[in-house]
């Protein structure tokens, strides 16, 4: 059985299960529409997701996006669920990252995870998943599929960062030359692809 987190990347990466998917896996990594998506995702399917994108085609940019009226937003991020939540926090968000770093670009280079972490409605998988999706950094996303995946082969943790060591420490200590930032989010899609593909 699995024990770490080499072995468990090795047995997903000879399943070749990301062979029709981007090379980072989440769609339109590198834009601000990973942000929008890492928000929208909260509660709801990816599915769902995609619908309220869609909507959302002609407001993809931090700009455009920060711009919108919230019962506008509401209305075209109505297939995720949750708008009335999700509508006014995303738009706090997107004004934010233009207060805080004035671009989408400086926001990619300079924001860091606890700057993340103190805007409502952003929890530590948010966080993670803007980091390693949307900025290019090296922060492996944890989510149920991760946790569904580790605890088929026993392995269970109490909390989001002893799941978050335990999947970055072995993977760090083998591809130390190589781009971290592309090996963790390829780790993350091959866990959601795999949790798919046999329903754990």
């Not at 002609?58 to 919108?68: G, I, R, Y």
């Not at 409605?121 to 290019?136: H, K, N, T």
């Amino acid at each position: 059985m699995y024990t770490n987190s080499l072995q468990i990347y090795e047995f997903l990466e000879a399943k070749n299960l990301l062979q029709h998917s981007p090379k980072l896996w989440w769609p339109d990594a590198g834009t601000f529409k990973v942000v929008i998506g890492a928000v929208l995702t909260q509660n709801t399917t990816w599915k769902n997701v995609e619908k309220s994108l869609k909507n959302l085609e002609l407001f993809l940019d931090l700009e455009s996006f920060a711009a919108l009226h919230v019962e506008t937003l509401k209305e075209k991020i109505r297939p995720s669920g949750f708008y009335n939540q999700k509508a006014p926090r995303l738009l706090a968000l997107a004004n934010n990252i233009k207060a805080e770093f004035g671009t989408f670009e400086q926001f990619q280079k300079e924001v860091t995870r606890e700057w993340l972490l103190s805007q409502l409605g952003i929890g530590q998988e948010s966080a993670d998943a803007i980091l390693c999706y949307a900025c290019y950094r090296d922060e492996m996303v944890v989510d149920s599929y991760t946790k569904r995946l580790l605890k088929s082969f026993g392995i269970e943790f109490k909390n989001y960062m002893q799941y978050k060591e335990f999947l970055e420490s072995d993977i760090k200590e083998a591809f130390t030359c190589n781009d971290l930032n592309l090996i963790y989010a390829r780790f993350h899609g091959m866990i959601v692809e795999y949790n798919k593909m046999t329903k754990l």
